[in-house]
């Protein structure tokens, strides 16, 4: 079965700083690979998707980017955080058809 | 765009109380999805609906979908603590595969 992996969990950064967030997933191969952002008490607003290695697409610009150096794997970067960054990031699998696989999530605060 | 609307925003209600939440698209979806989103963690998948009128149920859930393929509901009968959270609907986007749109979630809270 689909397992996917976020880390951290909680993560307090200061504005102007560098953000990485990484998921991994297990039990699939070529799995599409989603960045949604939850602000608090509001609904999934998706950031980025990739349907496979260096494939990458944008939703809404923004102060993020993402990345897919390997097939399950899925990195969603910031050079320099804004207040506006915070949020809960969830990285989800999603098949043709099928349900969403979420991954714990990062609760990111920006200070 | 394509939008998924989702009513209400917050429902609280007396334990043992019915609560119901509904969600409307745009467009003409080809199946529509709900999840629960217990608070602090993340969503997680309850059921999927892919035909016009199916009706669905899980214990105290009942699922429906919309004859039309446009809208669908949620109904808790008899609301227990452990209801308590935010639940979602999500439908594909219409011809980008499995890129789903989620509406904005309603947030059950019960009180004991």
Redesign the interface.
């Known amino acids: 079965s689909q397992t996917i992996h976020q880390w951290p969990a909680t993560l307090v950064q200061p504005v102007g700083s560098p953000l990485s967030l990484e998921c991994t997933v297990e039990g699939t191969s070529n799995p599409?690979l989603?960045w949604?952002r939850q602000a608090a008490?509001?609904?999934?607003q998706?950031l980025f998707?990739s349907v496979g290695i260096g494939q990458i697409s944008s939703e809404v610009p923004q102060n993020l980017s993402a990345s897919r150096p390997q097939d399950r794997q899925f990195i969603l970067s910031s050079k320099k955080l804004l207040l506006s960054d915070s949020g809960f990031y969830?990285c989800a699998w999603?098949?043709?058809?099928?349900?969403?696989?979420?991954?714990?999530?990062t609760r990111l605060t920006v200070v | 765009g394509q939008q998924v609307m989702?009513i209400p925003q917050y429902q609280h209600v007396q334990e043992g109380e019915d609560f119901t939440t509904y969600c409307n698209s745009s467009t003409t979806l080809?199946?529509i999805?709900w999840?629960k989103q217990r608070p602090g963690?993340?969503?997680?998948?309850l059921i999927?609906l892919v035909k016009s009128g199916e009706v669905k149920k899980q214990k105290r859930l009942t699922f429906q979908f919309g004859e039309a393929k446009k809208n669908s509901s949620l109904h808790i009968t008899a609301t227990q603590t452990t209801d308590v959270g935010t639940y979602?609907c999500?439908g594909?986007r219409s011809n980008q595969?499995?890129?789903?749109?989620?509406?904005?979630?309603t947030?059950l809270s019960v009180k004991p």
């Open positions: 599409n989603y949604y008490g509001r609904g999934l998706l998707y969830l999603i098949g043709v058809g099928t349900e969403a696989f979420f991954g714990q999530g | 989702q080809s199946n999805q999840y963690g993340h969503p997680v998948f999927q979602f999500a594909p595969g499995g890129k789903l749109i989620f509406g904005q979630g947030e």
